[in-house]
């Protein structure tokens, strides 16, 4: 059986340019690799990484000399600082007291002109998000809690939610998990479709494939994703399998400056919910269990691996 080497150089010092390593040869790169330092929880970005980049994942989160993460570009940095300014507004109509450091953590820039832009890009969308909430007549008690941030166990798997809102309004019996997004603050952007609601200073629609009890991961299974495990978060289908709402609100910017609010509410069906359990379960008995290695480039060198972690849209 042949192995793909994923070269990056040329001449290849691994496989010398065949482009491929027989079993014989991978076994002559050394010991099996394992896993060196194992997670105390799963996140929905882990578990995204996990999927999407198993081999960057274990080089960052599973050896002892992991290699550093990536520095946070500017785009997250501006959606970062939108969460400052909104929460920070959240708090104060909450009184709740509040430290500005903890609230900032999140923006990672360490140039101090480049976090002040961030800031002041992350304050206009919150201006128009704030005038946008206005139009539509949400109040903000609606918005029940911010910045949730817990480690539970779901079913025996251990967990971390690092919930945006708890958003309740007349229209829910429950409290449902609510996330905040801002798409295109650095290249442009139209909103994702499927909007229950898209607001702007001359728009108010509702897109053309909306409907309601829509599943959320008909409308972004990443997103859909990450709320099904804040949903747990706050207790639903803890006992018996229960389908929940949840809303994401998206802030975008087109190519003429148009900043606009897309509201989306969606169904944690019970099917997905538990696809999602069922992903996160053989995952973890993976990492306990060492068979995690198998997903990789190789079982048996760091510098495969490596290779390999580079296309998974490293850099």
């Known amino acids: 059986m042949n192995y793909d080497c994923n070269c990056t150089e040329n001449p290849c010092p691994i496989c010398k340019n065949k482009g491929y390593l027989t079993e014989r040869e991978l076994l002559t790169l050394g010991e099996r690799l394992i896993i060196e330092k194992n997670i105390p929880y799963i996140s929905p970005s882990s578990f995204q990484n996990m999927m999407n980049q198993p081999n960057k994942f274990y080089l960052q989160r599973l050896v002892n000399n992991p290699l550093p993460r990536e520095p946070q570009g500017l785009a997250a940095a501006n959606g ?13 109509e909450m009184n709740r007291p509040y430290k500005e450091e903890e609230l900032m953590q999140s923006i990672e820039l ?113 997103w859909a994703t990450q709320l099904c495990i804040y949903g747990w978060e706050l207790g639903r289908s803890n006992v018996i399998w229960e389908e929940f709402d949840s809303q994401i609100h998206e802030m975008t910017i087109t190519e ?25 379960k ?25 290779c390999a972690a580079i296309k998974e849209n490293w850099f």
């Open 110 to 222: 360490k140039d101090d002109k480049a976090k002040e832009r961030a800031l002041n890009v992350g304050k206009i969308f919150y201006t128009y998000y704030c005038l946008f909430i206005k139009k539509l007549n949400i109040p903000w008690s609606w918005f029940a809690d911010v910045e949730l941030d817990r480690t539970f166990t779901f079913h025996e798997i251990p967990l971390r939610g690092k919930l945006d809102c708890i958003y309740c309004s007349k229209y829910y019996k429950k409290m449902v998990p609510m996330d905040w997004k801002l798409t295109g603050s650095e290249s442009h952007s139209s909103p994702t479709p499927k909007y229950q609601r898209l607001v702007s200073e001359d728009e108010d629609k509702v897109h053309k494939d909306y409907y309601p009890e829509i599943p959320f991961n008909e409308i972004d299974e990443t």
């Open 80 to 92: 970062s600082a939108f969460d400052y300014w909104i929460k920070k507004k959240l708090l104060d």
């Open 256 to 280: 003429k400056g148009k900043i606009r609010l897309a509201i989306f509410h969606g169904i944690l069906t019970i099917p997905f919910q538990q696809r999602i359990y069922n992903n996160l």
């Open 282 to 306: 053989l995952f973890w008995e993976n990492l306990q269990n060492g068979n995690f290695i198998n997903i990789l480039a190789s079982q048996f060198s760091k510098n495969m691996i490596y």
